[in-house]
């Protein structure tokens, strides 16, 4: 391929090994790569942040299920004054005035609950995992989606790059055909032709800039950065692309990944919380202990004094209980079956999420076969077409060729060029997407 007068041009040539390293265009120091944005956007997402206090919620429940098997202790004590008539022993009415003080404290063991406390405290910490893993989850969901923008910001940048060698063509396509026009080898019109080509080629990358610009300003967002000033992303190390059979990213998939996993923690905590509603049926036996006195006064009356009324009144209780259930007004029965209503929901969602990475991960497979064929013919097709280029930019600079000839080979080379761009990092995607389900993920 020939690069006279055309170092411009160079684009084509790079295009063609478009696998190479990508280098973002304003890039410097401080520039992100891949991981610290992913790093980054997982600490800081305010969805994440907030599945990170339901782990905490769950764990306190676990606490809360494990104080149950301890006993309750109480201490009361109140006072009472009464004013008015009441009835004497004579069967008469008369003015008294009444005081009543009392205290107590009361201990209760929970000896046997049906079983309850063992199940819900089997319950809390099955709920606990399900939390873990939806945890999990979320931080996957952040680091897909940071996959996803990343590569969408250096595809735009890509498109930058190649739309800004075709405004430098169409400058020198104008500069070249002023100085003809001047010298009378070649109509006005063409230099007409030229600038209104310049305009259209200089707006179509200003859109590109702006569609950039706008994909890294998205890309800023979902890290929670309040302001993407000074922010920059890296090219990737390598293409990092291989493409593994859909049927072993699928069965890695359902074993580790972590949305399938909670779906399936969900089913084993909607299990263990069917055995706690049908706690209800079981009987339940306690310990019971108290002790405690009082005083009581009444106007008109020799009153025993307060401090001989506490001994004297003193007592002590100890005793058991047993609570059995006979009918419940069918409480018990519409806990265990909702509880069970609530099982089979689970079931669902957790097939329901097995069929959809089914889904996701064939799809991005067949996806990710047809973007690389497209790619390789898209190679082949930019290789030809820069030759072609090239073969009328020479007829051009030696006046067989117009400009009109000379714009429509221009413009075949930058469709070609996009499609190459497209192509490619359309399969970066789709590998990447398998690579995060059979790895369980990429960072």
Same mark, same amino acid.
């Not at 107590?104 to 609950?113: D, H, I």
């Given at each position: ?146 996959? /996803? ?205 097995? /069929? ?88």
């Amino acid at each position: 391929m020939k690069t006279s007068n055309g170092s411009i041009y160079a684009l084509a040539g790079v295009i063609v090994a478009v696998c190479a390293a990508v280098t973002p265009a304003g890039a410097h120091a401080e520039a992100w790569s891949l991981d610290s944005c992913i790093t980054y956007a997982v600490a800081h997402n305010i969805s994440v942040r907030q599945q990170a206090l339901q782990i905490d919620d769950s764990e306190l429940t676990v606490t809360q299920a494990k104080d149950a098997f301890l006993p309750t202790l109480s201490a009361d004590a109140s006072e009472s004054f009464n004013f008015g008539r009441g009835l004497t022993a004579d069967n008469t009415y008369a003015d008294r005035n009444t005081t009543n003080f009392q205290w107590g404290v009361s201990l209760n063991l929970p000896l046997f609950q049906g079983l309850e406390n063992v199940r819900r405290l089997k319950y809390a910490k099955s709920a606990l995992q399900q939390t873990l893993l939806e945890y999990e989850a979320a931080k996957d969901d952040i680091e897909l989606n940071v996959i /996803t923008q990343y590569l969408q910001v250096l595809y735009a940048r890509e498109v930058v790059k190649s739309s800004q060698a075709q405004v430098d063509l169409s400058e020198y396509q104008l500069e070249r055909q002023r100085a003809l026009a001047d010298a009378g080898k070649v109509a006005e019109a063409e230099v007409y032709d030229l600038e209104a080509q310049l305009a259209q080629n200089r707006l179509q990358l200003v859109s590109a800039q702006g569609d950039a610009r706008t994909q890294l300003i998205t890309l800023a967002n979902l890290l929670q950065l309040g302001d993407a000033e000074g922010f920059d992303i890296q090219g990737l190390d390598g293409d990092d692309a291989y493409l593994p059979a859909a049927s072993q990213v699928l069965e890695q998939a359902l074993a580790t990944n972590n949305s399938i996993l909670a779906a399936r923690a969900a089913i084993t905590a909607a299990k263990d919380n069917v055995a706690v509603a049908k706690s209800g049926w079981i009987p339940k036996l306690s310990f019971g202990a108290s002790t405690g006195s009082q005083y009581y006064s009444v106007s008109g009356f020799d009153n025993e004094s307060f401090g001989n009324q506490m001994r004297h009144n003193y007592s002590t209780y100890f005793g058991f209980r047993l609570s059995i259930p006979i009918f419940d007004a069918f409480s018990t029965r519409n806990s265990v079956r909702r509880a069970r209503l609530q099982q089979i929901q689970a079931t669902l969602e957790a097939e329901r999420r097995e /069929t959809e990475i089914d889904k996701t991960i064939r799809l991005a497979h067949t996806q990710a076969v047809a973007s690389r064929d497209q790619y390789k013919a898209s190679q082949e097709s930019l290789v030809a077409t820069g030759k072609a280029f090239e073969a009328v930019r020479e007829k051009f600079d030696l006046g067989r060729a117009t400009s009109y000839e000379l714009q429509q080979a221009s413009n075949n080379l930058f469709r070609t060029e996009i499609s190459a761009i497209q192509a490619r990092y359309d399969y970066l995607l789709r590998c990447r997407i398998l690579q995060f389900y059979q790895t369980g993920g990429i960072s």
